[in-house]
């Protein structure tokens, strides 16, 4: 299997950024997986991603996440869940966060979805401010588990 479900520390952790940063997710419904396939985007390995889940997915997960199904999927590389520290974890949890957008004028379907201000939120800088390069250096890391587990097959 490609997912599995996050370990239960995940979510707490989860909920933890949810109401110090998030209030606005405070009814949205999650669905966090470990992603054990690396991602790449443009040439660049990608530690997580959200999503919105199909019409067909929310359909599926209906009774799982009552009554319409999850509002937004994150896909959480394996390596970094396993490998990388917690601080840095969150700061990714964060990151994926920072997409969501709860639009009140929209009442079937008020879970959106933001760009980026550039490559990362204003917010998340003043964040990680003690810490600014720490997306390529987590990058690096997870990307060298990659390559010796390709050296071990
Ligand atoms: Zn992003």
Known sequence: MKFE????????????I????????ANAKILFL???KKMINKGNITLSKI????DLVKFLSKDEAPEYG?????????KLIAHCDDT???RVLRHELRHTFFDSDSLKNPYKLVDHDFSDFYDEVELNKDDPTWSKR???TVSLMYDQEKDEK
């Open 88 to 90: 840095d974890i969150k």
């Open 70 to 78: 999850y509002d937004y999927i994150i896909l959480l590389d394996q």
């Open 51 to 54: 999503v919105k889940p199909s």
């Open 34 to 36: 470990l992603n054990k």
């Open 5 to 16: 479900h996050v370990p239960e520390h995940i979510l707490e952790m989860y909920e933890k």
């Open 18 to 25: 949810r109401s110090q940063h998030f209030p606005h997710l």
């Open 138 to 140: 987590v990058s690096q």
